[in-house]
């Protein structure tokens, strides 16, 4: 056993030096442009601009703010490298994590993980804006974000209600012949086994500390694949993992390009190593990725597209109402799920609360993320502004009044869209009915709640919702019959990690935060002990 242990310590230091070895190495190599920027760039030592990647072949990352300029080059990886990632998490789990390693052991690993981003955070912030778009504070918050998931999973991992959990009761059952009680009813959670871990690019930090801060807290291993938008972040967030000394398989990063994407997904489904997979991103790969599932019987979580009511009431304090409705509708340029998506004003406050708005909308500074001073970035592409303008375009056409913006800001750069405010929306156009990843905020007046009520309700999506009022009993009995996961009363942001983050409807199902979070990566198994028959 001894041995055994001196043997693992050993392969451990091993790799280490190779880090420490590589992370030099790469200082002394010619630095790209990002790695310019970056007080240490051994962060890109995944990339292929530091000359250590063997791959094949790469695949550009662009930066939103000007597409013409490549982020980095980031080296591609097929189902194959899919398939390996799944076998060597397999074996990091069965040989040592699952059962080798205390929840204690788990949490210091986080813990020393959180540590090492909370070092490099200007830098992650850096990179994250330089290939997402958003301004750089939102990008630094988003860093402290993600941090508080693997420090508060970290504290998670050790209580009974997480990975070292589970009951033990008197048992229900009596002896036949002496009808003295007989047994104990042990229930014991256990780790789901491999996890895969899909992530978007709206945050490219957070939604995989979200998900791999839980999943390894519980004793999973976890294979992550970030959007091919932002690869860049994902690396460089699994070249600090590597530094906490997280051992190697129990969890990696993998970058398959848009043309691979597809088959590394449909590899997660189908190959039954895999027991767990958690997607965030549209419902439409949400469904497919269900589908594809459904053979191996997968456990999954689905975090899917939103399409969240803002209702202000006539009793609202109206400028909380705005200050809310902007941070939540122009957040990332109005690319988040959980977004303000359809703004529904009480008739008699309608004009002043639109008018109110509008101020504060118009003192937005839209710009490159880097520049400082900028509140609003580009959108995540050109197609990005293709599909926002066409639908303002259409709203327009249906009958809808613009009040601010309504175009593309071509004098910016191809990325950016005007921030847009569109009343007398039609609750049939395409701008109301879906999801709109961009700084537009289409507004309709109602007259009493049950009308606010039923065309919040009148949606597929079921994410998160809002609304202003100053009644606590509305404010109950509003929330109550909202058919969402998340409601925001008086309030914009209401992401934080110990709150269960998640949907209903089409938006999907299982939470994410909050000890809810950790139970996603957890198996009950009943036991039942005959010791006293
Ligand atoms: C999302 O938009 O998917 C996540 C938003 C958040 O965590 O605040």
């Known amino acids: 056993m001894v041995a055994k242990i001196l043997r693992r310590m050993m392969f451990f230091e091993i790799l280490r030096f190779r880090r420490t070895f590589l992370v030099r190495a790469f200082s002394m190599s010619s630095l790209s442009p990002l790695a310019s920027l970056l007080k240490n760039p051994s962060l890109l030592v995944k990339l292929d601009d530091g000359h250590l990647q063997s791959s094949e072949s790469t695949f550009a990352v662009y930066n939103p703010a000007d597409p013409n300029v490549i982020v980095g080059n980031v080296p591609i990886m097929a189902r194959e490298d899919c398939s390996r990632a799944i076998q060597d998490s397999h074996v990091a789990l069965t040989t040592h994590w699952r059962d080798g390693t205390t929840a204690a052991h788990r949490a210091e690993l986080l813990r020393a993980w959180a540590a090492l981003i909370h070092d490099n955070a200007d830098d992650m912030a850096t ?50 012949g002496s009808g003295a009680p007989r047994g104990q009813v042990l229930a014991m959670h256990q780790a789901v086994g491999v996890t895969a871990l899909i992530t978007p690019w709206n945050f490219p930090i957070a939604m995989i500390t979200r998900k791999v801060g839980p999943a390894l807290a519980a004793g999973c291993t976890a294979i992550v694949k970030p959007s091919e938008l932002t690869p860049i972040t994902a690396l460089a967030l ?40 958690s997607f965030t991103g549209s419902t ?42 902007v941070a939540s509708k122009y957040r990332h340029a109005g690319q988040t799920c959980v977004c303000a998506d359809r703004f529904l004003v009480h008739a008699s406050v309608h004009d002043i609360f639109v008018g109110k708005l509008k101020r504060c909308v118009q003192e937005l500074t839209v ?29 327009i056409n249906e009958g809808a009044e613009l009040v601010l913006g309504g175009s593309p800001l071509k004098r910016k750069g191809p990325s950016y869209y005007d921030p847009t405010i569109l009343t007398n929306v039609s609750s049939d156009s395409r701008i109301w009915k879906t999801e709109t990843f961009g700084p537009v905020a289409p507004i309709r007046p109602f007259e009493s709640d049950e009308e606010a009520l039923a065309i919040a309700n009148d949606s597929n999506a ?45 938006s999907g199902f299982g939470r994410e935060g909050s000890p809810l979070g950790i139970a996603e990566y957890l198996e009950t198994k009943y036991v039942f002990l005959n010791f006293n028959a």
């Open 127 to 176: 990179i994250m804006t330089m290939e997402s778009g958003k301004p750089w504070k939102e990008s630094r918050g988003e860093t402290d974000y993600a941090i508080s998931f693997l420090e508060y999973y970290a504290s998670e991992a050790i209580r009974p209600s997480g990975a070292g959990g589970g009951f033990l009761t008197p048992t229900p059952f009596f002896d036949p």
């Open 238 to 277: 699994q070249v600090l993992a590597d530094e906490a000394g997280i051992p190697q398989g129990v969890l990696q990063t993998i970058t398959p390009d848009t043309e691979n994407t597809a088959s590394v997904g449909e590899e997660f489904c189908r190959n039954p190593l895999v027991q767990k997979l």
């Open 284 to 325: 439409a790969i949400g469904k497919m990725l269900m589908a594809q599932s459904s053979n191996t019987v997968k456990r999954l979580s689905l975090e899917l597209g939103g399409n969240a009511p803002f209702v202000v009431f006539a009793d609202a304090d109206l400028d909380q109402a705005v200050t809310a409705a």
């Open 367 to 395: 710009g490159p993320g880097m520049e400082e001073g900028t509140t609003l970035g580009p959108l995540i592409s050109r197609d990005a502004v293709a599909s926002v303008d066409e639908k303002v375009q259409e709203a």
């Open 462 to 506: 079921g994410l998160a919702a809002y609304f202003c009022s100053r009644d606590l009993s509305r404010a109950f009995q509003f929330s109550k019959r909202l058919e969402c996961g998340i409601v925001g009363i008086n309030e914009g942001i209401i992401s934080h990690c110990v709150a269960p983050f998640g949907g209903i409807k089409a």
